[in-house]
């Protein structure tokens, strides 16, 4: 399906965007950040979640979302850091998650393609992650990347997920996004949506209802057509919102009110914009 916005669509004024998965600590945002938020509140994105890979970005993104109104945090370790989630770390993240700005833990999960860290460190890593999450009574933020039968095995040992999670850059077909959501999980739809070899991702946004999709950057990487290859930032999900709104023959409007309130759900983020 080929298909470009070279144009940034444009939101009614009176309608929001929630990017659910952004990593506004990194260096590629160092000098603009202010800008950055700006630009995405300017389009409607009007509220971030920052998310944590390791114990120094999880404190960064806490140290953010109190200081900018509309940023919220998440915190875990990454599967490629899984090394470093000791006990020790893991109090200091349960520490963090007393401040209000606090929405989520992760991104956790498994990672087969880098293997930074050896599978069953990123297994053991993940497990008691997510028994952490559920003490602290946090969704779960899930990165799944080649690893899908041992996400969906470690996820059904693991037992419900009482405040649900996401399965982050969502890149499985249709089965597992079945499975993914028969475990009270979201799927996020990032800007690979735009691409036009993601005949897969197209077929699953085709096919599952808008009740059980979030949209995300994964800022500052995977920018959507027609800006791809180039830094990710939150205003660009307009495309990923828009490009959505094409493959379910959806207004931009209808696709924007869904994602927002199923983000406001699992988030359990405020219904008015904080100012």
Same mark, same amino acid.
């Given at each position: 399906?080929?298909?470009? $916005? ?5 939101? *009614? ?7 659910? /998965? ?25 509220? =971030?979640?920052?998310?944590? =890979? ?22 875990? $370790? /990454?599967? /490629? ?15 963090? #998650? ?8 992760? &991104? ?14 990123? =297994?053991?890593? $993940? ?18 990347? &080649? ?25 499985? +077909? ?7 959501? +028969? ?5 996020? =739809? ?11 991702? /197209? ?16 800022? *500052? $990487?995977? #920018? ?8 990710? &930032? ?35 983020? *405020? ?5």
């Amino acid at each position: 399906m080929k298909k470009t $916005f070279p144009i940034l669509p444009v939101l *009614p004024d009176t309608i929001e965007l929630i990017d659910t /998965h952004c990593h506004l600590d990194m260096d590629a945002y160092q000098n603009d950040l202010d800008m950055v938020i700006q630009r995405a509140t300017d389009q409607g994105v009007r509220r =971030i979640i920052t998310v944590g =890979i390791d114990a120094a970005s999880s404190r960064k993104a806490v140290r953010l979302a109190e200081r900018y109104p509309g940023i919220y945090a998440t915190i875990g $370790f /990454h599967p /490629h850091n899984a090394r470093q989630a000791t006990d020790a770390a893991l109090q200091q993240l349960a520490q963090l #998650a007393e401040s209000s700005s606090v929405v989520g833990y992760g &991104e956790i999960g498994l990672d087969y393609v880098k293997n930074y860290a050896p599978r069953d460190v990123q =297994i053991n890593a $993940f497990e008691r992650q997510i028994h952490l999450a559920r003490e602290l009574d946090l969704p779960v933020i899930i990165h799944d990347r &080649e690893a899908h039968a041992d996400c969906l095995a470690l996820l059904r040992a693991c037992g419900p997920l009482p405040r649900g999670g996401v399965m982050h850059c969502f890149s499985g +077909d249709l089965q597992l996004a079945m499975a993914a959501i +028969d475990l009270g999980l979201y799927l996020s =739809i990032p800007g690979v949506v735009t691409f036009n070899g993601a005949r897969m991702l /197209h077929e699953v946004v085709r096919t599952i209802d808008l009740r059980y999709l979030l949209l995300e950057t994964d800022g *500052p $990487f995977l #920018a959507p057509v027609p800006n791809r290859g180039r830094r990710n &930032e939150p205003k660009l999900m307009l495309y990923t919102a828009q490009m959505v709104a094409e493959l379910k023959q959806l207004s931009l409007t209808e696709v924007a009110r869904a994602t927002t309130a199923n983000a406001l759900r699992l988030f359990q983020l *405020p219904r008015e914009y904080p100012v």
